[in-house]
């Protein structure tokens, strides 16, 4: 079966824009989790999604937003980018809400670069 | 989540077992262990998961202590296919699990020498 698709792959903005993207969960799967990854501070927790209700939110600021639609699918949103904002950012998928057994499936990442 | 700790890198050749180290010393009762690696320009991958016995699966063992305050992600028999880096993880096991998700670290960067 289809894996967790991200989209877009890669993109480039300039400070002050905002971006949107988009993750498709694997059939069936009902959680999503965001997360954003740099070198400088590794991968951390951004928000977690589930029957189109935030479920958990990582320490970003309100820049960052997400919500889930009634097909799992799930949009993140950048407003107001700034250079540190340069990351790459990951989706991941669950069959329910992240507990400790839930095993998540990855995308590849939409790599994000503030100019 | 109960913090964990690994070394920031480790050597190993082809074709060689690998123990990768992971101290959780302030893990709790019901804190899930969960192993994922990265390969380059990917995202993360589950490898494998277990809660207090040792664990077995088609990528890797997991050998987990006695007290739960550590444990091992082995590779039976390393390829260059397994340079990636690995991270340790904890996760409670109660639904919803908390505000900070899954928090990765740094991991550990395995390098596979052919």
């Known amino acids: 079966k289809a894996g967790v698709t991200q989209t877009p792959r890669y993109l480039i903005k300039t400070r002050g824009q905002q971006v949107t993207l988009s993750c498709s969960p694997i059939?069936?799967?009902?959680?999503v989790s965001w997360y954003q990854q740099t070198p400088g501070q590794g991968l951390q927790f951004l928000f977690e999604?589930?029957?189109?209700?935030?479920?958990n939110k990582g320490n970003f600021p309100g820049r960052f937003s997400g919500r889930q639609f009634s097909n799992s699918r799930s949009e993140m949103n950048v407003s107001t980018l700034e250079l540190g904002d340069s990351a790459l950012y990951l989706c991941?998928?669950?069959?329910?809400?992240?507990?400790?057994?839930?095993?998540?499936?990855f995308g590849a990442g939409s790599r994000l670069t503030v100019l | 989540d109960a913090k964990t700790t690994q070394p920031n890198s480790m050597e190993s050749n082809e074709e060689e077992p690998v123990h990768l180290p992971c101290n959780h010393s302030?893990?709790?009762?019901?804190?899930?262990i969960h192993w994922y690696r990265q390969l380059p320009s990917q995202g993360p991958e589950y490898v494998i998961h277990?809660?207090?016995s040792n664990v077995n699966n088609r990528m890797a063992s997991l050998a987990i202590a006695e007290d739960r305050k550590s444990s091992t992600l082995i590779l039976h028999r390393a390829t260059l296919r397994d340079a990636a880096v690995y991270y340790c993880?904890?996760?409670?096991?109660?639904?919803?699990?908390?505000?900070?998700?899954?928090?990765f670290g740094k991991g550990t960067h395995l390098i596979i020498q052919p």
């Open positions: 991941a998928s669950s069959p329910r809400q992240f507990s400790g057994a839930n095993v998540l499936t």
């Open positions: 059939s069936g799967h009902r959680s």
């Open positions: 999604y589930f029957s189109e209700t935030q479920r």
């Open positions: 302030t893990i709790s009762g019901t804190d899930y």
């Open positions: 277990g809660l207090t």
């Open positions: 993880i904890l996760r409670d096991f109660t639904a919803g699990g908390g505000a900070d998700g899954l928090t």
